[in-house]
């Protein structure tokens, strides 16, 4: 006796082979996408790996920059603190040194005015 299939039977065996279809795509789909997560997580260490000591030296070079401007601006510190010893003692010069300098150019135009005043006095006598 042969046994035939009825419509049903063909659509239900048609719609199993559909479904396991559907699941072999989504199995070789989550399979793609776990090889693509592990090379990403592969990737992501291999960046902590070398970022970690990247970053060691940058910190240690950020502590040597600071150092090295520190002492940038102890130097500068104390060059203004010269600059201002300067200025005074500029300043202390030009007050002892222009007071006498006054007297003496005030004595030279005295002289001066003395002298042309007795050299005119002379001519006015001879004549």
Do not use: H, Y
């Amino acid at each position: 006796m042969a046994v035939l299939a009825s419509a049903g039977d063909v659509a239900l065996i048609v719609l199993a082979a559909f479904w396991g279809l559907l699941v072999l795509g989504l199995c070789l789909v989550l399979v793609n996408t776990f090889n693509v997560l592990t090379s990403t997580k592969m990737l992501i260490d291999g960046i902590r790996e070398e970022t970690v000591p990247l970053l060691s030296e940058v910190r240690n070079s950020v502590v040597k920059t600071n150092r090295e401007l520190d002492r940038v601006d102890g130097m500068l510190e104390s060059a203004a603190n010269i600059v201002a010893r300067v200025e005074k003692i500029s300043k202390l010069v030009e007050q002892a040194a222009s007071g006498p300098l006054v007297r003496i150019i005030s004595l030279g135009a005295g002289l001066s005015k003395a002298a042309s005043r007795f050299r005119s006095g002379k001519a006015d006598g001879k004549k």
